[in-house]
């Protein structure tokens, strides 16, 4: 009634957080909570799989590094279908070099060591041949976050692929889901040549930043592009 706008237009939740039901109760302790899992992930319709555990903690930072987003037709300035970059989801938010951004995380994971969380790439939006979306989505997404707990808690092992480590068919909570072991396949199948082409773009976009860019990184791009090479002579 005041005609003010109550938030600012790009909010999204305007309430304490205290008010939400199942809040962590230790979410205010002075002292922290420790965190076990960071996850990243675009709106990608292919090549990126459901989920992946990062293999070493430097391959954290290069997943959150090379985050990219397939363009949609609603944006005018950039062709639809082609990769838009936003490392770490915080490009617009970053206040100083992002591949100091990068560095700095690279020295944190040197200080807190095993303590420092793992990282994970996520993708809710893989397309199957017939543009049909191929994971649920929404709610479901939660057993992904299932399976990622269980995996801080050494409850379950991970198998090593191209991007990351996938998780074992059985060992996924797919209850009540249409998606037996052929489809759970394709959400994790990989195409060297596309992931190369990939690559080849990422690597184009890091070398604006020039002398800055972390050598951890440039070395995770070389082991990335070495597990692609493997893939292809499988």
């Avoid at 936003?86 to 807190?112: I, S």
Wanted: glycine share 8%; hydrophobic share 40%; proline share 6%.
């Amino acid at each position: 009634e005041s005609g003010e706008k109550a938030a600012h237009p790009n909010s999204r939740f305007t309430v304490p957080a205290s008010q939400c039901p199942i809040i962590c109760p230790d979410w205010e302790a002075p002292e922290g909570v420790p965190v076990d899992a960071v996850l990243f992930g675009g709106r990608r319709a292919s090549n990126v799989p459901l989920v992946a555990e990062q293999y070493e903690p430097a391959h954290g930072v290069f997943i959150g590094a090379s985050v990219a987003s397939e363009v949609t037709a609603a944006a005018t300035d950039v062709k639809a279908g082609s990769l838009r970059h936003d490392p770490f989801a915080m490009l617009p938010f970053c206040g100083y070099n992002m591949a100091d951004y990068w560095g700095h995380w690279l020295e944190m994971q040197d200080k807190l060591g095993e303590k420092f969380p793992k990282v994970y790439q996520v993708n809710w939006f893989r397309k199957d041949e017939d543009g049909n979306f191929m994971w649920p989505g929404y709610g479901d997404n939660a057993r992904v976050l299932d399976w990622i707990v269980r995996r801080a808690a050494g409850e379950v092992e991970a198998i090593d692929g191209v991007t990351g480590r996938y998780p074992h068919f059985e060992d996924f909570n797919l209850e009540g889901l249409d998606i037996d072991e052929a489809k759970w396949a394709k959400l994790f199948e990989i195409d060297p040549d596309a992931w190369s082409a990939e690559m080849d773009d990422t690597e184009e976009y890091f070398s604006q930043f020039g002398d800055k860019l972390p050598a951890a990184i440039t070395e995770q791009l070389a082991k990335f592009r070495a597990r692609i090479a493997a893939a292809k002579q499988a």
